[in-house]
């Protein structure tokens, strides 16, 4: 890459990823002008201290799964968090037109950081941070064709956003699908956050499943 931007074949050179240490290592080593990387308010200290060598590195930081891949459903607090953040960048997966709408008004009359904004946002880090799968698709693909990065973070994708997408005959198959799985534990070892993923499967399982069978509402 080095030689190609040499010989100007290209401008720019930046590195994504999703794990902290292979993160700090490239903006150590001087070779990058931008860092891609998840953060958003649900973010812990270690994610806090990237984002602060990044700026003393002078490496543009760019904010991946600024919506944590769904999770977090209050777009205003999304973009009055990240606004604190001087250089940070963030990239917030837009689906549908009217989210866009949203954080184009977000531009056009700003929301700050308040009361009302903060309450919303320890609300969702007390109920989210933790033991919760991230969407980022490092564990796949399953050798049983589990879709790990959905199923393993359903009893949350289910209760924040409409169940009824969630409950489909397709998605029934494709969380009951997590029966077959042969432990083999290769998503496990490949999940970047370290967590124990077919554990976190089965606990999503078990969840969908009382919802199937209607002992919990959603």
């Excluded at 308040?114 to 991230?134: P, S, T, W, Y």
Aim: proline share 4%; aromatic share 8%; with cysteine.
């Amino acid at each position: 890459m080095l030689e190609a931007k040499a010989q100007g074949k290209i401008r720019h050179i930046g590195i994504t990823n999703h794990r902290l240490g292979v993160a700090k290592e490239a903006v150590l080593s001087g070779l990058y002008e931008t860092l891609q990387f998840p953060f958003c308010y649900l973010a812990t200290e270690h994610e806090l201290s990237l984002v602060k060598l990044c700026r003393e590195n002078n490496v543009g930081f760019i904010a991946m799964k600024a919506l944590s891949g769904g999770l977090i459903t209050n777009s205003a607090a999304a973009y009055a968090w990240m606004e604190e953040f001087n250089n940070v960048l963030p990239i917030w997966g837009i689906q549908r037109e009217s989210e866009l709408d949203e954080f184009i008004s977000y531009i056009e009359s700003p929301v700050y950081m308040n009361d009302k904004i903060r309450a919303v946002i320890e609300h969702d880090r007390a109920e989210l941070i933790g033991n919760f799968c991230r969407g980022c698709g490092y564990c796949m693909p399953c050798p049983v064709g589990i879709e790990i990065n959905n199923c393993a973070r359903m009893a949350q994708m289910i209760r924040r956003s409409p169940s009824a997408n969630w409950l489909t005959p397709a998605n029934q198959e494709k969380m009951l699908n997590i029966e077959n799985c042969i432990e083999c534990g290769s998503c496990k070892e490949r999940c970047p956050y370290g967590l124990d993923t077919p554990a976190l499967l089965k606990l999503n399982l078990a969840d969908y499943k009382k919802i199937l069978a209607g002992e919990i509402n959603v």
